[in-house]
Structure formats: C-alpha cells, structure tokens
C-alpha cells in the first residue's frame, strides 16, 4: 500500500526555518491534517500566522480549526493551473497579466488589479475566471505581510530541494516493511537538513517578525511521528 510522507516546516520568530514534525497516511483528507496538525500544537506550536501549501480543503480547513491561520496557496501551482485553461499561443498573454496582480504593491491594489484581470478574460476564459474567483482571497493572503517577506512565503518552492531528495532517497529503498522503516528514513533526513538550517543565515529578516509574533518562541523536536 502506497502512503504519503507528510511533513511540517517552519520559520521561528528569529527568522530560522524548522523541520516541525513528520507524518505517514494513505489519505491527505480533513482528519488525516486536523491529527497532525492537533500533534504539533500538543508538542507547543503556536501563534501560526500563516499557512502555506498547494490547494488541499482538508488542510484549510484543518488549519483554520486547529491553528487559526490564514491559508496560502501556493502562488506557483496556481499559475501552472491557471495556464492550463488556456491554450498555448494564450499562455504567455495570461501569464502576464495575473502576474501584473502580483506586482502590485499592496493587497488592495493587488485584489483590485486581480478582479481587473478576472473581468478582462471572463468571456474567453469563463473556467479560469471562476477558478481565479475561488482562489482570490488564498493566493493573495501573502500580500497582507510585510514586503521584505513575500518573496519567501507565497509559495511551496523553497520546499522543492528538500521534498526532491526526500524522494530520490526513498526510491532508492523501493519497497518499505512498514511505515516505521519510512519515518527512520525520512526522519534522519529532516534532522539532518534541521541541523543545516540552524547554521544558515536567517531565512527571514527580523524586520517586521516581532509584529507578527504573539507568542512565546517555542522549539519543536526536529521529526515527530
């Protein structure tokens, strides 16, 4: 049976990314995120001011009930399945124009450009004007945030190094006994790369964090299951 390595990342109010905690499943539905999720708040995680991932409603809705954080699409993923509704000599003119929202440089102006943009391919691109629709609220939430930090959270990108070696790792095994065996793997790996980041450069300048903070700093062990 196929199942998912599911993990958790962070960045702490110094500016430090942290592996958060390490979960297997054969679902990504709604209990399989509030389960997890729920384990990382028992473990001391708090104040989540925002939550970024690809378009999963059983993780929005897991987060807003046990974190209480806004949700981030991801911006990248969206734009590859916005693009998907056009043909390809269309591409590139609607490429340009939902980026124009993007570079924007306030939410009110990039929610007004956006709704510009939604009537402009309305008539020629009736289901991706109602996919932009849907998603205007969660693809735009990273512009509410201080600008020295939007480049590091409107997308799942910065993950993308990371999850690779994660699975050109696990197809070497192939085949695993049991989930125990997934999790000592992929869990030496995330301690590893959580080792690597606490010697790094702050992965977010400290200017503007002690806004967003609430809380009391708090430190998860690196790979919980």
């Known amino acids: 049976m196929s199942v998912a390595a599911t993990l958790a990342v962070g ?3 110094d500016g430090v990314r942290e592996i958060l905690g390490l979960r297997t499943g054969p679902s990504e539905a709604e209990p399989f995120w509030t389960d997890f999720l729920r384990s990382l ?6 104040g989540v001011k925002l939550v970024i991932a690809d378009a999963h409603p059983g993780l929005k809705s897991a987060a807003a009930k046990v974190l209480g954080g806004t949700l981030q699409r991801c911006k990248a993923h969206f734009l590859r399945n916005a693009l998907a509704h056009a043909g390809k000599g ?5 490429r340009a124009l939902i980026n124009a929202a993007f570079a924007q440089e306030s939410p009110e102006a990039a929610s007004a ?4 943009v939604t009537d402009q391919l309305r008539e020629r691109f009736p289901k991706l004007t109602a ?3 849907e998603a205007e609220a969660d693809v735009l939430a990273y512009m509410t945030f201080p600008k020295a ?4 959270i409107y997308s799942t990108n910065p993950l993308e190094r990371l999850n690779a070696e994660i699975k050109r790792r696990t197809k070497v095994v192939g085949i695993f006994p049991n989930e125990a065996a997934i999790v000592r793997l992929v869990g030496a790996l995330l301690l590893e790369q959580n080792d690597e980041w606490q010697l790094n450069r702050r992965y977010m300048q400290l200017e503007g964090l002690q806004s967003l903070a609430g809380n009391s700093p708090a430190r998860l062990s690196a ?3």
């Open 149 to 152: 930090h939007r480049t590091k």
């Open 90 to 94: 269309q591409r590139q003119m609607v």
């Open 131 to 133: 996919m932009m629709e």
């Open 113 to 116: 450009q956006w709704r510009t």
């Open 11 to 13: 960045v702490n109010t």
């Open 41 to 46: 708040s028992a473990r001391g995680l708090g």
């Open 223 to 225: 790979v919980a299951q």
